[in-house]
């Protein structure tokens, strides 16, 4: 009696100390040094969620994986990491979605202006059938998709005035993400759409090569816009996602116990980015007002005509994406919205 007793709480006790020393002991996790390239400063919203998925990544393989990140596009602009990825030369990064369009066309669907109403709605579509289907087609370009971070709600500056309707945009440069649907969405608001990687910006602007640019208010205060672009014009044209990605060539390496360990630091890492992405972008706001931005926000009604102004490209880009993608897009948008 008393012996089964005792050996039933052996039993309970080693399950018991299983579980605590987590999947990592146990597993088939190999020490390996995993490198990470981002596009913006280590002071941005995408470097504190980077060196949070390096830290939360050593925790859950009590220390096997060990990830090093590289900021600043010191590995390359999202595009070029892109290609390093594919060919297996780089292990991970996180970029925009914008320029994955290039490679797999459909993504270009978050560079359709005007749809997201607000973050839930957009974390409800990324994380949803759609968001998740885009990034399994990755997998045939070498790609893994593993999880959404927040970029945000794009919005203008500029170096020559506020913009408070479209025709303000009328002979201004604006650089925009390497897209063919930014670019026809900007030059049929009016402006001279100019496309370049990130990593070219702050000197384009600096030089006035170009006039302006669009992106989140995060960006626009961790990337420093603000000495070089008087005007902000608040607009939420566009709310565009950025991606972590994996080398296929490389994942197909991992154990299936590594995979499971990078995936769960990774969605570890996407809460915490869109948690920290909200509160920073109040933050910066206030920091782009102390550093004396001229900022002003489009009425309504100018947006809706500015929305309206684009809708032939919309329709364009929906045939080209498929229209049965666009409905799906709409309706899982719906959904989250109701
Ligand atoms: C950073 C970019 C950036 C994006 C852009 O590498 O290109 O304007 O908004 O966040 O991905």
Not at 80 to 102: D, R
Not at 226 to 237: A, K, M, N, S
Not at 279 to 298: F, R
């Amino acid at each position: 009696m008393i012996i089964q007793f005792k050996t039933r709480l052996l039993v309970l006790a080693t399950a018991l100390s299983c579980a605590v020393a987590g999947v990592a002991a146990a597993a088939d996790v190999k020490p390996r040094l995993i490198r990470f390239g981002y596009g913006l400063n280590e002071e941005s919203v995408q470097g504190r969620a980077a060196r949070f998925l390096a830290q939360e990544l050593e925790k859950v393989s009590d220390g096997k994986l060990k990830m090093k990140t590289f900021g600043s596009a010191n590995l390359g602009s999202d595009e070029q990491m892109q290609g390093a990825l594919a060919g297996g030369a780089q292990e991970m990064m996180v970029g925009s979605t914008a320029p994955l369009a290039g490679m797999v066309k459909e993504f270009g669907v978050f560079d359709l202006p005007f749809l997201f109403n607000s973050e839930k709605e957009a974390d409800a579509v990324l994380d949803g059938p759609l968001g998740q289907d885009l990034m399994k087609k990755l997998e045939a370009k070498g790609l893994v998709g593993l999880v959404y971070w927040e970029n945000g709600f794009r919005n203008m500056t500029n170096s020559k005035r506020p913009i408070t309707r479209a025709e303000d945009l009328q002979g201004i440069k604006l650089r925009v993400m390497q897209n063919q649907i930014a670019l026809g969405v900007f030059n049929t608001l009016g402006a001279n759409a100019v496309p370049m990687p990130f990593s070219e910006l702050f000197t384009a602007l600096e030089t006035r090569t170009v006039d302006g640019q669009e992106n989140p208010i995060t960006t626009i205060q961790s990337s420093k816009f603000y000495e070089v672009q008087p005007f902000l014009t608040i607009t939420r044209h566009v709310y565009t996602p950025w991606v972590v990605l994996a080398s296929k060539k490389w994942w197909d390496t991992l154990s299936p116990d590594e995979q499971k360990l990078i995936r769960q630091a990774a969605a570890a890492s996407r809460d915490f980015e869109r948690k920290d992405s909200r509160a920073d972008s109040t933050k910066a706001m206030t920091t782009l007002e102390q550093a004396g931005m001229k900022i002003n926000t489009v009425t309504p009604e100018e947006v809706a005509r500015m929305r309206q102004k684009v809708q032939p490209v919309v329709d364009k880009y929906t045939q080209e994406l498929g229209p049965d993608l666009v409905k799906q897009l709409n309706d899982e948008i719906q959904k989250a919205r109701n």
